[in-house]
């Protein structure tokens, strides 16, 4: 069964991205639909699939990422506006029997991400 998940590393300090709000959209037709916000646990991650069953279908998404939430509460000091505070990523799922991971990998001036499995 295909579904979507995400890991947030941060890192600047070594160690998973833990309290961090994403907010879920599924993109269609000019349409920005959002269907749901999650906050990933202590070890970076979501407690459940981010999306699974008949909810994940093919088309387009995006993920939002409150990153700078979090690098403030982490005491990163920094000038605001911060140069990261909401990283959207956008991305297409072609084959939803799939799973498709989609980690963050954080810094204060830096991210990467990639698909994962």
Known sequence: MGRLTTHVLDTAQGRPGEGIAI?????????????????TNDDGRCDAPILEGNDF???EYELV????????RQGVVADEPRFLDVIPLRFGVADASQHYHVPLLLSPYGYSTYRGS
């Open 23 to 39: 907010e879920v959209y599924r993109l269609e037709g000019g349409q920005r639909t959002q269907l749901k916000t999650i906050v």
């Open 57 to 59: 279908v093919a088309g």
């Open 65 to 72: 990422f409150h990153a700078g939430d979090y690098l403030r």
